[in-house]
């Protein structure tokens, strides 16, 4: 169901709004909950590419989005 909602988000909002890429984050939670983690890397890393463009890495949510795609790698490593 989240799939649909982001690619209808990304239809008419576009990939650079918040609420797709919250969406695109949730997502990843999702995917990081079932334990596929390399969507869940694919997803967190494509949120932060997008905020870097638009916003900038010093950008508060970018940073956050970086904290939780660390908090994915841990996962990864355990």
Known sequence: MLV???ESSK???GQEQLDTLSSIYNLALIY???GLLKEAEDMG??????EKRVW???Y???LIS???????YTDKVA
């Open 66 to 72: 970086m904290g939780n795609l660390a908090s994915i």
């Open 45 to 50: 890393l494509l949120v932060i590419e997008t």
């Open 60 to 62: 508060p949510g970018t």
């Open 32 to 34: 990081r909950n079932q």
């Open 56 to 58: 900038g890495q010093e």
């Open 4 to 6: 649909l909602v982001i």
């Open 11 to 13: 239809r008419v909002s």
